[in-house]
């Protein structure tokens, strides 16, 4: 059973930063792909970005967040991490981590494909 619990969320500004962190439990994190994915009321949760297992040398992202967030791990802290800069009023959401234990570097973009989720951090930008 892996653990996730999603922090750094909270009120910002039009074109401020955020970085969030995503810990989990566990001694095998390596070995899960990461991802983030965000939902408002009323939608479907959507994919925002993800991460490959182990050193993490693949990476995607939704067309929306391109050249803005940034995704990375450390395998070290068992954390993942996503900085968003340049936010927009559209970015606000319930942000979430989701892990899925990988054999190789592929990726998924899909929510179904994930085995934990965390409780997710609210992101909340004004304009």
């Known amino acids: 059973q892996v653990q996730l619990v999603e922090s750094g969320g909270g009120l910002v500004q039009a074109g401020d930063s955020l970085r969030l962190s995503c810990a989990t439990s566990g001694r095998t994190f390596r070995l899960y792909a990461m991802n983030w994915f965000r939902q408002t009321p009323g939608k479907e949760r959507e994919f925002v970005a993800a991460?490959?297992?182990?050193?993490?040398?693949?990476?995607d992202y939704a067309d929306s967040v391109k050249g803005r967030f940034t995704i990375s791990r450390d395998n070290a802290e068992n954390t993942v991490y996503l900085q968003m800069n340049s936010l927009k009023p559209e970015d606000t959401a319930v942000y979430y981590c989701a892990a899925v234990r990988t054999l190789t570097s592929t990726l998924s973009k899909q929510s179904s494909g994930m085995e934990y989720w965390g409780k997710g951090t609210l992101v909340t930008v004004s304009s």
């Open positions: 991460i490959s297992n182990w050193d993490g040398a693949r990476t």
